[in-house]
């Protein structure tokens, strides 16, 4: 039974870092329409960001406290920065173009900013300075739940509590549901569209920066390969729960995690992303819709 | 040409990157020995390097808008050089005739080390062609292209190794296992929509992949198999100099087959099925094209030629493992049919020989070369989205009376 509860909890730390991301897909797709490949590459760079911030803080000799803090800033930062700059360099010139266009243009943003990680930084695998402590009251059940888990879990259910606040009770909130609504209307409506696009990229990237900076202090190491897995994974769990629905990513997410945990328990750990990608497979097959999203009519 | 207000905004761009790019380039860290390196160099460079290509983007956009606007009638100017000049009856038997020479003394002109960067840059021409003919022609994102080529690579590899079968005998099996593998994964998945079938191919290419890795029973896991037996000439064995020459000939009559069937289905029913499906599926569906059928053929012969190509690497390099079937891979030929232009079978030729030769010559670019993929993606996609050299429509004229 032990057992169990740890493979369930781990799945639901798991699933909390993957709601994270996919939530940067869902609503970049729910309002643009558009499978931000690159998404991925700004988790990793938010990963590498606070790496190297906690780093150099570290080395001059700051607390702890102040190192977390400013480490989770700088890449909920930066990860903005450039999920803003993304969007206008590869996706904006491309808003009227052909399907396919954009899409392409986002593996190539994904390929390059791999690369650019790489040669920028290193390909080895780096050492993340654990940024979560083990907690004293844990201790009796340490073997069972980590500390990391709980910080994971409470972190990403205060995010969310954030997000669900912003979209749907304020004025950016609403406008940007009204963008995903209708993209014309919302134009007629005097909503500046641009400026919403670019501030879905922006929460996206935030929110990735920190999904990032947690599973990195999790795992305990970093690589700028990284962000392609967690991006296809953090994708599959949005297409689960239904691209476009923000409840849904975060519930797929959490299906998906669980799902894994399992898997790799009871099953085999050589085939953990086997299972992730026949789940995608799976799903598009018979549901392509998602479990919450509303299948697409189309209309001649 | 560049007011003072262009300037100021590319030096407000300029320092915009250099923020952006500040954590990454300038500060490296060693978490082991506690040591923070400050590389203040590099964010001069992002900050020249950018306010240039600022400038550059600027220049060309200034040209677009001041060129004279291009005449209705004077549509055939917009068609490459290439395609004119090879118009022409005489002149393309000229070239295509001068170039067959040039290919066939080539190996004899230059080292074996040579021939063999040949061999690879030609294996991309036909993988590019396969593959245009999937994204080209059909319109179908397939991003796990590379799959079809590991499975070709691995029933040569397999069937050589456990039961003793030779390059010929294999050839056509790898090709149709591929062209299994394409219908099977085509058969559900063809039913979604563009950017969805990306993203399944793309989990289809590496579930195949990481099966390849851990299922080490089957195909010995990441250690690969080795000792593949290269193909014998009407039951010769010959010198490795001899065996490389041998396979630079098969590869240079596969691309001309190649280029001859692609030519051919271009032209073809089912080639202009494509490209009406692409161009709009509803309007195709209502004048009663299959979808169904018409992408699945698309699926299966681009993976046929995967299939083909698979074989022959596994022949060429005698080793293969699954190192060599990344996504990575599949994005390198994803990017020579981007460059060479979607749909043209000349594009993708020169694509291939562009990207496959300038890196290999060029060693000192070669680290950079997967971000100058990337890079040719976007800005591909932004600049000249018809690629290089564009395909040419079918076009009628409306002949004056």
Redesign the interface.
Same mark, same amino acid.
């Given at each position: 039974m032990d057992y169990f509860i740890e493979l369930f909890c781990s799945g639901l730390s798991r699933g909390a870092i993957y709601a994270l991301i996919a939530l940067g897909y869902t609503m970049v797709y729910g309002i643009i329409g558009l499978i931000n490949f690159a998404h991925g590459e700004i988790y990793m760079i938010g990963a590498f960001t606070s790496f190297i911030v906690a780093t150099v803080l570290s080395i001059l000799g700051f607390p702890l406290l102040a190192i977390v803090a400013l480490s989770g800033v700088a890449a909920a930062v930066w990860a903005s920065a450039y999920g803003y700059t993304i969007e206008k360099i590869a996706y904006k010139p491309l808003r009227h173009a052909p399907r396919l266009s954009p899409l392409i243009s986002a593996i190539g943003m994904s390929i390059f900013l791999q690369n650019y990680v790489l040669l920028a930084q290193t390909s080895d695998f780096l050492p993340f300075p654990e940024l979560i402590p083990d907690f004293e009251f844990m201790e009796p059940i340490a073997h069972i739940v980590g500390s990391s888990d709980i910080v994971i879990f409470i972190t990403t259910a205060v995010v969310m509590a954030v997000l669900t606040y912003v979209i749907k009770f304020t004025r950016i909130g609403k406008a940007m549901r009204a963008t995903a609504q209708d993209r014309t209307m919302a134009m007629l409506v005097g909503i500046n569209v641009n400026n919403i696009i670019s501030a879905t990229f922006i929460i996206g990237s935030a929110l990735a920066a920190i999904g990032g900076l947690l599973i990195a202090s999790h795992i305990g190491q970093i690589n700028f390969y990284i962000g392609f897995l967690a991006g296809i994974k953090a994708f599959t769990a949005a297409v689960l729960g239904g691209i476009g629905s923000i409840p849904g990513a975060v519930l797929g997410s959490f299906i998906l995690g669980l799902t894994e945990s399992f898997a790799t328990g009871y099953v085999s750990s050589d085939y953990e992303d086997v299972f992730a990608f026949s789940l995608l497979v799976l799903i598009l097959l018979f549901k392509p819709s998602g479990l919450l999203g509303k299948a697409e009519t189309q209309k001649v | 040409m560049f007011s003072l207000k262009t300037l100021r905004t590319g030096v407000l761009i300029s320092l915009?990157?250099v923020? +952006?790019?500040f954590? &990454?380039?300038v %500060?490296?860290?060693d978490?082991?020995e506690?040591?923070?390196q400050w590389r203040w160099k590099?964010a001069l460079l992002v900050g020249i390097g950018t306010f240039l290509i600022y400038l550059v983007v600027q220049y060309l956009n200034y040209r677009k808008e001041h060129q004279p606007p291009a005449k209705v009638e004077d549509t055939k100017d917009q068609v490459s050089f290439i395609h004119k000049f090879i118009a022409d009856p005489i002149q393309r038997k000229l070239l295509f005739g001068g170039l067959l020479v040039i290919a066939a003394i080539f190996p004899f002109v230059v080292s074996t080390y040579q021939t063999n960067i040949m061999i690879t840059a030609l294996m991309y021409v036909v993988l590019g062609l396969g593959l245009n003919i999937v994204?080209g022609m059909a319109?179908l994102?397939d &991003?796990g292209f590379v799959a079809f080529y590991a499975v070709g690579a691995y029933s040569y590899a397999l069937l050589n190794h456990h039961f003793g079968l030779g390059f010929w005998e294999v050839l056509p099996i790898g090709g149709g296992l591929a062209a299994i593998a394409g219908i099977l994964l085509g058969f559900?998945?063809l039913? +979604?929509r563009?950017? /969805?079938l990306?993203?399944?191919t +793309?989990?289809?290419g590496? %579930?195949i992949r &990481? *099966?390849l890795e851990?299922w080490s029973e089957f195909s010995k896991g990441p250690s690969g198999i080795s000792n593949i037996s290269r193909p014998g000439f009407l039951g010769m064995e010959l010198s490795l100099e001899g065996s490389i020459l041998y396979m630079y000939y098969i590869m240079i009559a596969f691309m001309i087959f190649t280029i001859f069937v692609v030519n051919r289905l271009q032209d073809s029913r089912l080639g202009r099925a494509w490209i009406a499906l692409r161009e709009d599926e %509803?309007a195709c569906q209502a004048m009663g094209i299959d979808k169904q059928k018409t992408k699945l053929a698309a699926f299966s012969l681009g993976a046929f030629w995967a299939g083909l190509m698979g074989v022959i690497f596994a022949a060429k390099t005698t080793f293969i493992n699954p190192a060599s079937f990344t996504?990575?891979e599949s994005?390198i030929i994803?990017?020579i049919v *981007?460059l060479g232009g979607m749909g043209s079978i000349v594009g993708v030729i020169i694509g291939a020989l562009v990207l496959i030769l300038l890196p290999e010559y060029l060693r000192a670019l070669s680290? /950079?070369r997967? &971000?100058a993929?990337?890079?040719? +993606? *976007?800005?591909m996609? %932004?600049f000249r989205?018809q690629g290089m050299i564009a395909t040419v429509r079918r076009t009628y004229r409306f002949q004056k009376k």
């Open positions: - | 915009w990157f923020f +952006l790019t954590p &990454l380039m %500060i490296k860290v978490p082991l506690r040591i923070i590099n994204v319109g994102l &991003l559900p998945v039913r +979604l563009g950017d /969805y990306a993203i399944v +793309l989990g289809f590496e %579930i &990481l *099966v851990n %509803i996504f990575l994005a994803l990017s *981007v680290e /950079y997967m &971000l993929f990337g890079a040719i +993606l *976007v800005a996609m %932004i989205p």
